[in-house]
């Protein structure tokens, strides 16, 4: 036990003479409150000073000493309760037990006041990043990143809190040890349990560092297209463009082929197709289309084409491409040049639909292989 502890107990015992009339359930009653009430004090005292302190900081210190004011005083509340334990008349095996639960709960308090502090650091960093930006693709790498990585330190924090906690507990301790050294079937069945786990956790941190997929990345994935809506250590959501939900394991994005349409930027070319008769005016239909394209809101002033991509049997295949700021711009802007070409077509340019061609064939005897008829004579 500390120098300091001692000697205070010293001066405990001292004055618990004086008060020797008093039953030890009293004494031990006021010595709790005595502390508690001391350590209370000394946290807000403490709590007032760091407020003051940090009230012209930067955020993430200012929201640090905000969230951890709570964890704090518990944590106070935990090292006033182990101190006064230790210096009031308890029986040792009793203290000693109330001691060791004490400093189980102490460590897991630390462990959430260090998840606290890195759940702050998260908030002031992406606070530097605007998703709502047109071109985000900065902003959605940062705040994959930062979410990603977020979530595994948070596990890993816990992991570790656990472990130390229980290092306290000597019975614990033995007896995971003695299960360690004595039977290497534990360790295999524990492995085989957690595969799932540090599987999907591995590929957490795969797909922080390579971000095949970020947030709020436009993908392809089971045939459906949707949105990246959140990446958890476990799984990723993703929202379908009907608002459904998918819901798919980390290590879909590492081992299953899929398509992201935003992965360098969230500009997208969107393509429309056409079928229009072989005498359709191609250049009129690129006129009515460009001015189209152009008068459009969705058009980010790019890409713009019409152009004849295949000849069928019946029809020409006309292929326009456009482009777009981000996925549902470019969704809007092939709609909207499917409805106004095909009215273009119908109301200015009805030539260019497409149109069915019979040949008629000659029925004349002549064709038929029979012979000709002689020619009437008149009669002389």
């Known amino acids: 036990m500390p120098e300091p502890i001692l000697n205070l107990t010293r001066e405990v015992f001292a004055l618990w003479r004086q008060f020797a009339w008093l039953p030890e359930w009293a004494v031990i009653g006021l010595v709790?409150?005595?502390?508690?009430?001391?350590?209370?004090?000394?946290?807000?005292?403490?709590?007032r000073i760091l407020i003051f302190l940090v009230r012209k900081r930067d955020l993430f210190w200012r929201g640090v000493v905000a969230r951890a004011r709570f964890k704090v005083r518990l944590a106070v509340l935990i090292i006033a309760f182990a101190l006064a334990i230790t210096i009031s008349p308890l029986d040792p095996a009793t203290s000693e037990f109330i001691r060791r639960t004490l400093l189980f709960a102490f460590i897991g308090v630390t462990g959430w006041m260090v998840i606290g502090a890195v759940d702050?650091?998260?908030v002031v960093y992406l606070r530097r990043f605007n998703m709502e930006s047109e071109d985000n693709?900065?902003?959605?790498?940062?705040?994959?990143?930062?979410?990603?990585?977020?979530?595994?330190?948070?596990?890993?924090?816990?992991?570790?809190?656990?472990?130390?906690?229980?290092?306290?507990?000597?019975?614990?301790?033995?007896?995971?040890?003695?299960?360690?050294?004595?039977?290497?079937?534990?360790?295999?069945?524990?492995?085989?349990?957690?595969q799932p786990f540090l599987t999907n956790l591995i590929a957490g941190v795969q797909i922080a560092t390579a971000q095949p997929i970020r947030i709020d990345d436009a993908v392809i994935v089971e045939g459906e297209f949707g949105n990246i809506e959140e990446i958890t250590s476990t799984y990723v959501m993703v929202r379908l463009w009907d608002w459904r939900r998918m819901v798919l394991p980390l290590t879909y994005f590492i081992n299953t082929p899929f398509?992201?349409?935003?992965?360098?930027?969230?500009?997208?070319?969107?393509?429309?197709?056409?079928?229009?008769?072989y005498a359709a005016p191609i250049d009129r239909l690129r006129a009515a289309f460009e001015a189209i394209v152009r008068a459009s809101p969705h058009w980010d002033g790019d890409v713009m084409a019409l152009q004849v991509t295949d000849i069928?049997?019946?029809?020409?295949?006309?292929?326009?491409?456009?482009?777009?700021?981000?996925?549902?711009?470019?969704?809007?802007?092939?709609?909207?040049?499917?409805?106004?070409?095909?009215?273009?077509?119908?109301?200015?340019?009805?030539?260019?639909?497409?149109?069915?061609?019979?040949?008629?064939?000659?029925?004349?005897?002549?064709?038929?292989?029979?012979?000709?008829?002689?020619?009437?004579?008149?009669?002389?």
Do not use: Y
């Not at 990603?148 to 656990?162: C, D, K, P, S």
């Not at 039977?183 to 957690?194: D, P, Q, S």
């Not at 398509?259 to 008769?277: M, Y």
């Not at 109301?347 to 639909?353: H, M, Q, S």
């Open 137 to 194: 693709l900065i902003a959605r790498k940062h705040v994959t990143q930062t979410r990603i990585l977020q979530r595994v330190a948070a596990v890993l924090i816990a992991l570790i809190t656990v472990a130390l906690a229980l290092l306290t507990i000597p019975e614990v301790r033995q007896w995971g040890l003695s299960l360690l050294a004595s039977a290497g079937v534990v360790g295999i069945i524990a492995g085989l349990a957690l």
């Open 120 to 122: 702050m650091w998260a």
């Open 312 to 380: 069928t049997e019946r029809t020409l295949q006309v292929r326009t491409l456009m482009s777009a700021r981000n996925a549902g711009a470019a969704f809007d802007l092939r709609c909207e040049v499917r409805e106004k070409l095909m009215a273009f077509m119908r109301d200015a340019c009805p030539e260019a639909l497409p149109r069915e061609r019979f040949a008629a064939e000659d029925v004349s005897p002549s064709t038929q292989g029979h012979p000709a008829l002689p020619e009437a004579r008149d009669p002389d």
């Open 32 to 47: 709790i409150l005595a502390t508690v009430a001391a350590g209370l004090i000394a946290n807000s005292i403490v709590f």
């Open 259 to 277: 398509q992201n349409w935003t992965r360098d930027s969230s500009r997208l070319i969107g393509s429309a197709f056409f079928f229009v008769d």
